[in-house]
């Protein structure tokens, strides 16, 4: 988009004019806004104001003109840009800000067409794609309009920023005059070790610019949609009570949420609550010191949540509602239950049925969706659940009905609620229930409510300084003002617990001043999360104070100093790792660099992750070195969440820009890209060589087929694995330690159930089953026909016809799609494919119907007496074309877009250049003539699914198959007689509008025909394509607490950790929920070998690292190590070894060596970067002659 701003404002009325210019952003603006009044209303949690301004342009533009090449052809009368430089002067309260940048202006006269705002209530979709699945358009637009605060940008301020400037907020404005030093490059990804020199001017003053100024350029950039400002130091000289005033300037009406990030003075955090109260902003106070964190929110006292969990409404479909007073109603139960709860409202929709007393009908024996009784699609009824499959209504009175409904949909309607929040002053002195994190640690929330209590009194009396690292003196100074803080009746520190919380305060307070990357992504995805709710009013935020902590990663006592060598004044010797050595000390650190890790996937998971190891220093020293693939390429809806990306990345492989993006945040990175897929077909390249030097794996996957295939590695090579996902709020991460912890397989989901055929075909009762057969529809037409058309144009007949000889069931079709596709319907023109599309539409929505019809009348009963179409199978109706018809549920035109859609694909597909215009179409379409429909009888369609399968297996078997397709192959051209011509396959890809205009449309007329609930192209293009809903918040949070498991895996220091230790995590953003838990332990196997009990797990293998030694010399070795006699050694499906085989090849092969016994059977050679071959075997004890089941053979040949 292309905003030009250049407004004069007053007395609350704005003149916009916005001019869409694709995907250059030029923002032009020199704003003077001076106290004015605001009228304030905050309405579902967002807050609009409506403002007097005052705004002076002076032809300054700010050009983001990155290009899409595959865009650029779209772009029209695009104005010519020369380079200037220009000098942008902001002020705002008594604030000014000069910012000299180099710019492009504009030369042509399009300037003054070019005036408006920047903000624009349009979402981009392809840009916020998967996070419209997680917000809504709706809270999407809120967020689009509203404006944030931030105050301080070290570590969790960058987080936080970056999540939010992710998610499109309108504006961010950064408040942090502080000048960065060497604890912040801990978090903020965006500070280099040179922005921590501090450099003194000619007046002795310091000269170095500050966290906010530093953090700004690159922030702008993640999002052209938000303005990203700073408060000057001139304005704001310090985040201090000595600045209070104008600190509370800052926080207008036009702010919709406040952040505070780091450690500020108790009475000016309480100051700046109450002044956010006072203009209706909602307040957010998080910090992170060392391994420990808490989050307040302040809401304010009426703040309303339009849907606080983000789940789709329970959805059912109706069995029987009742003829009483109260209506009673229950639901399918092949369907699962309705998940309604006394109180919930539910909408009614296609209701069939309801018959009155009188004779006449309601619904006029159809399935309206209105009654006189109540059952209107309008109104909301209240629920009273009365079981898992029932309900009543008890506002609804069915008594003047004799016969009850059979079929229709119910929908849960999702009602706002308004909640409370007490104020920052109300909760420090008596809170509420503190939201638990880990169940393992229940009593900790108190612990360090009262700690962070402490903290701030310990910053007063030490001028505003956090203890110093390692510093027993300082600890000691803070337990004790813990201690004094400890009043009341229900004391949080007792006999019981003192001596641990001792020991707590200690780690607390000789870890204050780091700032660590893993828990500043953690904290940042949790407080990035509460602003967006803050902005949008959906989900539920958290009430009062959250607390986190990952003491597990520390050593149970403080280190020496000689281990941290932190001074705090020692600014010059300082590294980016000052704030992790700070915490873990030296020798992790040097552990951590040393480390050599694969990364499988460059997603929204593979570039948090990376950026975390950047700043952490994972493959940072001599020894270490990052592996990072990806074969995926960057596409726009990428941009919105994977933050190492820009538009300029465009089409160019993930795993070299993130690889690029991580060397830039730390030079001393060592890491390679590949661009492979992980799998048995590259196992050349990542073989056992490669993971023979790994330390351990990262998964950043989107598939569960690729995580099992990584976990068996991890299991063969015994690597730790880090695995982690997301599915919009929610998310999940599972650390995998070698012997300790069960593997990521060990359990698994089951699997996704699959859509019946004859459902699909015949009898769909869910969009979900409209829309698959409208994608199958898609595939089979403009791909596989294209295909199977060019498979027969590249060979001879002859030979082709040899390639079908083991598809006798599928033969004829393919060959008469081949016929139709290449002879028959092959179009000549652009009108011959909207023929040919207005023919598809009879067919599909209008002659099947009726053939269905014509062989199971709507009348019709089975043989048990019950009616054929009820239940499940809802009663088609045959559709009449009209090219204006509009769908009431959706409010899409799907006759018209169909043909459009379809006329154009079948264009594609045969190079013919498609057309768009409603006037051609209307043309055109007149003049079809469409032939009536005759019923065919003799016709077979499958009622079930037993009845499918029989037919699919009966096929062509009462016909001379061979005969017919040879006719069919003789008839058509010779491929000779077709040279150069081709077909172009369309593979469906749901982020073309195109293709999914199409499925849309498709499935929406099937959805009509049997009155199913129509939905638009964004709901549908999530449910075809199988999308998953992301957010950026979420991926942060997820990749940082898998950091914090990264810590214990490379060993912390000085201290031998437990499977309780160690930690796999669940949460959900949206309600707020978290809960952390211990790994589960490996399942245990008994063998009992040489007269000892051994109990193995799937990380046991019995290994041998003899060389290739021969099957003589490998049975030899089981009897004497193991005292075991082998019956059957195998390796993959090749048997090498049994006692039953014939014993003169068995005499051959004992003196041949292993690998070339399995190259000899399987006639083929192995890699030469493979080192192992697994072989399994069954064998006896010696002693008793009893089977004994023990783990695989990891042989090492070479």
Same mark, same amino acid.
């Given at each position: 988009l ?6 004069? +404002? ?29 009228k ?6 967002c ?23 595959e ?6 009368d ?9 000098t942008?002067t ?9 910012t ?18 920047v ?9 916020y ?15 689009m ?20 400037i ?11 005059p502080?000048i ?32 906010a ?10 999002n ?24 509370l300037?800052?926080?207008t ?7 505070? !990030? ?17 203009v209706?902003a ?7 010191t060392?391994?420990?964190s808490?989050?307040?929110?302040d ?8 849907d ?13 509602? !009742? ?9 399918l139960?092949?369907?699962g239950?309705h ?6 409202y539910v909408?009614? +929709? ?14 006029g ?20 659940a ?33 909640l ?5 002053a ?24 009262l ?14 300084n956090?203890?110093s ?9 803070l337990l004790?003002i ?6 009341g ?6 006999e ?11 780690q ?6 780091a700032?660590?990357?893993p ?11 509460e ?28 280190l020496?100093?000689d ?14 790792y ?7 000390g ?21 570039? $948090? ?9 994972v ?5 270490g ?9 960057i ?7 994977q ?9 160019h492989f993930?795993?070299?820009?993130a ?18 897929k992980?799998?048995?077909?590259? $196992? ?18 989107d ?26 709020t ?11 912890t ?18 699909l075909k015949n ?15 898609? $595939?089979?037409?403009f ?17 082709f ?30 009108e ?31 043989? +048990?007496?019950?009616k054929?179409?009820?239940g ?20 899409m035109?799907?006759?018209?877009d ?32 469409v ?22 297996s009966?096929?062509h ?23 150069g ?15 999914m ?33 992301a ?24 201290k ?20 952390? +838990?211990?790994?589960?332990?490996p399942?245990k !196997? ?30 030899d ?9 082998i ?5 993959g ?17 004992k003196k ?6 399995i ?7 192995f890699p ?20 004994v ?10």
């Open positions: 292309c905003h030009n701003s250049n407004s004069n +404002s007053n007395n609350n009325n704005n003149n916009n004019n916005n001019t869409d210019y694709n995907d250059i952003y030029i923002y032009n603006s020199n704003n003077n806004t001076n106290n004015s009044s605001s304030k209303k905050k309405l579902m949690g807050i609009e104001s409506k403002r007097n301004t005052n705004t002076n342009t002076n032809n300054t533009t700010t050009n983001t003109n990155n290009i899409e090449e865009n650029q052809e779209d772009i029209i695009i104005p010519t840009r020369s380079p200037t430089t220009t942008t902001t002020t705002t309260n008594n604030t000014t800000t000069n000299t940048t180099t710019t492009e202006t504009m030369t042509d006269a399009t300037d003054e067409k070019m005036t408006g705002v903000a624009t209530g349009e979402v981009d979709e392809k840009l794609s998967r996070q419209l699945y997680v917000m809504g358009h709706e809270a999407q637009r809120r967020m309009a509203s404006s944030a605060l931030l105050f301080g940008v070290s570590g969790l301020g960058a987080e936080v920023a970056k999540n939010c992710l998610a499109g907020i309108s504006t961010m404005t950064l408040c942090d502080a960065p030093t060497a604890f912040d490059l801990g978090g903020n990804f965006y500070l280099k070790e040179s922005d921590i020199n501090v450099n003194d001017d000619d007046n002795g003053t310091s000269a170095s610019a500050s966290r100024e530093l953090s700004l350029p690159q922030l702008a950039e993640l052209q949609y938000v303005s990203v400002s700073t408060v000057s130091k001139e304005t704001v000289p310090s985040l201090t009570p000595d600045h209070q005033t104008a600190i300037n800052q926080i009406a036009s702010i919709a949420v406040v952040i505070i !990030t780091i450690p500020l003075d108790a009475s000016l955090i309480q100051a700046m609550n109450d002044k956010c109260r006072s209706g909602c307040f957010i106070y998080s910090l992170t060392g391994v420990f808490q989050v307040f929110c809401f304010g006292t009426e703040f309303i949540v339009s606080t969990d983000g789940e789709q409404p329970h959805a059912s479909q109706v069995e029987m509602i !009742t003829c009483d007073s109260p209506a009673a109603v229950k639901v139960e092949d369907h239950r998940g309604l709860e006394t109180g919930d909408t009614f +929709s296609k209701i069939k049925g309801l018959e009155k007393k009188d004779g006449g009908d309601d619904n024996g159809d399935s309206k969706d209105s009654n006189d009784i109540g059952l209107d699609p309008s109104i909301e009824y209240e629920v009273k009365t079981g898992p499959y029932t309900f009543e209504l008890p506002s609804v009175d069915l008594s003047a009905f004799a016969i009850p409904a059979t079929q229709g949909y119910i929908t849960q309607v999702k009602k706002p609620k308004i409370s929040f007490q104020s920052y109300e909760a420090l002195a008596s809170p509420k229930e503190l939201m638990m994190s880990d169940f393992a640690k229940f009593d900790r929330p108190p612990v360090l409510h700690l962070y209590k402490g903290l701030h009194q310990y910053m007063q009396s030490h001028d505003g956090l203890p690292v390692g510093s027993g003196e300082d600890a000691a100074a004790e813990v201690k004094s803080l400890d009043t009746t229900d004391k949080v520190i007792t019981d617990n003192a001596t641990k919380v001792s020991a707590l305060v200690a607390f307070a000789s870890g204050s001043q700032i660590l990357s828990m500043c992504a953690a904290m940042g995805g949790i407080v990035g999360q602003v967006l709710k803050a902005c949008s009013g959906k989900f539920t935020p958290i009430q009062g104070f959250f607390y986190f902590d990952a003491v597990e990663t520390l050593p149970d006592e403080l020496p100093m281990e941290l060598n932190i001074t705090a004044s020692d600014n010059d010797n300082m590294t980016r000052t704030s992790q050595i700070s915490v873990f030296k020798t992790l650190q040097t552990k951590i660099m040393n480390q050599n890790k694969f990364l499988v996937g460059a997603g929204a998971i593979g570039c $948090e992750m990376l950026k975390n190891w950047a700043l952490m220093g493959g940072c020293g001599p020894e070195k990052i592996h990072i693939t990806d074969m995926d390429r596409e726009k809806s990428n941009l919105s969440r933050f190492l990306f820009r538009t300029k990345h465009i089409n993930k795993s070299t820009c690889a690029e993006a991580a060397k830039e945040m730390n030079d001393d990175i060592k890491i390679i890209a590949y661009q492979e992980v799998g048995g077909e590259t $196992e050349h390249i990542f073989g056992d060589d490669f993971y023979d030097k790994l330390n351990g794996v990262c998964t950043a996957l598939n569960v087929e690729a995580r099992l295939y990584v976990d068996q590695k991890c299991l063969f090579y015994r690597l730790p694995m880090l695995e982690s996902g997301t599915l919009g929610k998310g999940n991460t599972q650390v995998v330690v070698p012997h300790l069960e593997n990521y397989g060990a359990t698994r989901d089951p699997p996704e159930k699959s859509i019946p055929v004859c459902t009898f769909p009762n869910q969009i979900q089953h409209t829309l698959q057969w409208a994608r199958d529809y898609f $595939e089979g037409v791909r596989q026909n294209a295909e199977d058309v060019n498979s027969y144009l590249g060979t001879s007949s002859e030979n016809a040899q390639s079908l000889a083991g598809q006798q069931n599928t033969k004829i079709d393919t060959l008469t799609s081949i016929q139709n596709t290449l002879v028959e319907d092959r179009p000549r023109s652009f011959d494919c909207v023929q040919w599309a207005r023919m598809l539409f009879e067919d599909l929505f209008s002659n099947q119907i009726l053939q269905l019809l014509h062989n199971f009348p709507e009348d019709q009963v089975t043989s +048990s007496g019950t054929f179409w009820s499940s199978k809802r009663c088609p109706k045959a559709l009449c074309f009209d090219i204006g018809s509009k769908c009431e549920d959706a409010e035109r799907n006759h018209f169909f043909i459009v859609a379809a006329a154009n694909l079948r264009a594609s597909m045969y190079g013919i250049k498609g057309r768009t215009d409603e006037e051609y179409f209307v043309n055109v379409l007149k003049d079809i003539i032939p009536d429909f005759a019923a065919r009888d003799g016709v077979k369609i499958a009622a079930n699914e037993a009845e499918a399968a029989k037919e699919s009966d096929s078997m009462e016909e001379d198959v061979d005969v017919e397709a040879t006719r069919i192959l003789e008839s058509l051209p010779k491929p000779s007689e077709l040279a011509f081709k077909l172009n396959p369309i593979e469906f890809d749901k982020d073309i509008d195109d293709h205009l199409f499925v849309t449309a498709c499935s929406n007329l099937r959805a009509l025909n049997y009155q199913i609930p129509t939905e638009d192209t964004h709901r549908s293009r999530a449910i075809a394509g199988k999308i998953i809903p957010i950026a918040t979420t991926t942060a949070l997820v990749t940082g607490l898998v950091c914090l498991e990264l810590y214990k895996i490379v060993g912390t220091p000085r031998e950790l437990a499977v309780e230790d160690y930690k796999n995590g669940f949460i959900n953003l949206a309600i707020p929920f978290m809960t952390l +838990s211990e790994p589960t332990a399942a !196997t008994k063998a009992v070998i040489k007269g000892k009990e051994w109990n193995w797990t799937a990380w046991d293998s019995l290994d041998i690292s003899k060389g290739d030694i021969t099957l003589a010399e490998l049975m070795h089981f009897e004497k190590e193991y005292n075991l006699e019956q059957m050694l195998s390796q499906v090749s048997i090498l070894y049994s006692f039953f085989a014939n014993k003169k090849k068995v005499e051959e092969r041949m060596p292993m690998s070339k016994i190259e000899s059977i399987t006639k083929k050679e030469p970067n493979q080192l192992y071959i697994i072989l399994k075997l069954i064998a006896n004890d010696l002693d008793t002659d009893e089977e089941e023990i783990p695989y053979v990891k042989f090492r040949f070479r």
